[in-house]
């Protein structure tokens, strides 16, 4: 293969119950990469459209990332990789833009070097290219970005993901305001320790929630889309979260949180129809606010990141 293009999906990280270990894939909107080799060897980011990210290497998500890959095979190799980005989802949205930029830079490479690593291995490379955004290497963007669907990080040390099927029409609506909430700031916000009384509340929480994708039930999901962890310090954050919640609960969504460390909002939801509805909520709530705002919605995405011609 000389040359491939990619779609790489937004996703929603947490799920609300599953801090830094549950994320979905979200294609209503995601990021388009291509990736050509080149004769001389070595990886070069020739341009990026639609954000003002840096084009240096190790300053790049999606060049960290291709570099981690493209340095295991260096020696095997005669040629270089060129990227070119066209960012669709804004950085800082808290829709997974840096776990897209890092999911489709690992499937491009993957691609071109022909790699034949396990997926975790890839997910683990892509994690070293969102820790230049984020800070911090977790999975829970970046896996479902790449897979598709729910992903569950049931270990880091070793690293351990697993795809969750629900055979429900699961859809989302994502909400989010142009406001600034970056990643750092809102993991700082958050206490380093919680007493145990709530860590088993929300194990059981979590538990549950997965219980109900799997078992693809929807009162129990609904019943365990619940966050008493981290949503009390960061929905402070995110301006009219709490009526923006009851709109959506209003309108019977499963559940509705934080999207990520936010700025964005979800409500997950059954059928298309209940999601136009929740959105028209939110749309209405949205418009009175003096903040500009994009709002989305789809279904739940099996593909995660895939080829486009
Ligand atoms: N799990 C991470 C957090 C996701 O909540 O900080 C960041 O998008």
């Given at each position: 293969m000389e040359k491939i293009s990619v779609f790489a999906p937004a996703s929603v990280a947490n799920v609300c119950a599953g801090y830094d270990v549950l994320g979905f894939s979200f294609a209503a909107v995601g990021d388009h990469m291509h990736f050509e080799k080149t004769p001389e060897k070595g990886v070069r980011i020739s341009e990026i459209t639609g954000a003002e990210l840096p084009l240096t290497l190790e300053d790049n998500v999606a060049g960290v990332a291709v570099k981690a890959l493209y340095n295991r095979f260096e020696t095997q190799i005669d040629f270089g990789i060129d990227i070119r980005i066209e960012k669709k989802i804004k950085p800082g949205s808290g829709i997974g833009s840096s776990a897209a930029s890092a999911a489709g830079a690992i499937f491009?490479?993957?691609?071109?070097?022909?790699?034949?690593?396990?997926?975790?291995?890839l997910i683990s490379l892509a994690m070293k290219g969102e820790a230049v955004a984020s800070g911090c290497e977790h999975a829970d963007n970046v896996a479902p970005s790449l897979l598709g669907g729910f992903s569950l990080i049931s270990s880091y040390h070793p690293l351990t993901v697993s795809s969750i099927y629900c055979d429900l029409d699961l859809h989302a609506v994502v909400l989010h305001p142009k406001i600034?909430?970056?990643?750092?700031?809102?993991?700082?916000?958050?206490?380093?320790?919680?007493?145990?009384?709530?860590?088993?509340?929300?194990?059981?929480?979590?538990?549950?929630?997965?219980?109900?994708?799997?078992?693809?039930?929807?009162?129990?999901?609904?019943?365990?889309?619940?966050?008493?962890?981290?949503?009390?310090?960061?929905?402070?954050?995110?301006?009219?979260?709490?009526?923006?919640?009851?709109?959506?609960?209003?309108?019977?969504?499963?559940?509705?949180?934080?999207?990520?460390?936010?700025?964005?909002?979800?409500?997950?939801?059954?059928?298309?129809?209940?999601?136009?509805?929740?959105?028209?909520?939110?749309?209405?709530?949205?418009?009175?606010?003096d903040y500009d705002f994009s709002l989305y919605s789809g279904e739940i995405d099996n593909k995660g990141t895939h080829e486009i011609r």
């Open positions: 491009g490479a993957d691609a071109l070097l022909n790699s034949q690593l396990p997926s975790t291995e600034e909430v970056k990643t750092k700031e809102a993991r700082a916000v958050l206490p380093s320790k919680i007493p145990l009384t709530l860590a088993t509340e929300q194990w059981g929480h979590l538990a549950g929630l997965i219980l109900g994708l799997t078992r693809s039930d929807a009162e129990l999901i609904s019943r365990h889309l619940t966050d008493l962890v981290i949503e009390p310090h960061r929905k402070n954050l995110i301006p009219k979260f709490e009526q923006y919640k009851s709109a959506a609960l209003d309108e019977k969504a499963l559940g509705f949180g934080i999207s990520g460390s936010g700025p964005s909002v979800f409500a997950l939801c059954e059928g298309s129809q209940s999601a136009e509805q929740i959105k028209a909520n939110m749309m209405q709530i949205a418009s009175a606010q």
